[in-house]
């Protein structure tokens, strides 16, 4: 059985919003973190742009409008 293949490369896109990467917080309040507070990944990581509309949404997007 012959099924058409396309591929799709999505692995540019996040590099063109410096945004779009999950990081930890530097510093809060005007005060670096501590070593121990990076490691405290569930209150200093930065979702905002994961959780909100952003790169996955559009790579869903483009995912259905190739379907």
């Given amino acids: 059985m012959k099924v058409p293949v ?3 490369n999505i692995t ?7 945004d779009a990467h999950t990081k930890v917080y530097t ?6 973190l ?3 507070q990076k490691a405290d990944v569930l209150h200093n990581s930065d979702c905002i742009h994961w959780c909100l509309p952003g790169v996955p949404d559009t ?3 483009i ?5």
């Avoid at 510093?27 to 670096?32: M, V, W, Y």
């Fill in 6 to 8: 396309s591929v799709l």
């Fill in 12 to 18: 540019q896109m996040p590099d063109y919003r410096v």
């Fill in 27 to 32: 510093e809060t309040g005007g005060k670096l």
């Fill in 34 to 36: 501590t070593d121990e």
């Fill in 59 to 61: 790579w869903n997007q």
């Fill in 63 to 67: 995912f259905l409008a190739n379907l």
